[in-house]
């Protein structure tokens, strides 16, 4: 069952901008692995973790880095949870996570559906 759905648009060159008048905001933004990355593979995963927030519905107090993207072996992104993102998705039933993510053109794009039981998981 789909439990929620997000997606989200970054400029990426409004996002450059915003990382540069904000030298703390990458760290804030990103776990250790991903701060090195390209300014576009940067704005995708910021996409992803906005259209993850909203899939859970937005609410107050999730931490950004409680959750990063990996690639798998195939080069898929894989969403991970931690802390106050975990913690909202196991009270929405979340039990899995799918996502996609493209830039092209100077945008980045991430769309994140969040599946599962849809209530509380009692495991």
Known sequence: MIVGTGVDI??????KRQLERTPRLRERLF??????????????????????AKALLAPPGMIWQDCWI???????????TTGTVAEVAERRGVESWHVTISHDGGMAVAFVVAEGSGGPRSD
Do not use: C
């Not at 991903?34 to 259209?51: G, I, P, T």
């Not at 990996?70 to 991970?80: I, M, S």
């Open 10 to 15: 970054v400029d990426v060159e409004r996002f």
């Open 31 to 52: 776990v250790e692995h991903e701060r090195d990355l390209s300014l576009n593979s940067l704005a995708a995963r910021f996409a992803v973790k906005e259209a993850a």
């Open 70 to 80: 990996t690639n798998d072996e195939h080069g898929a992104p894989r969403l991970h």
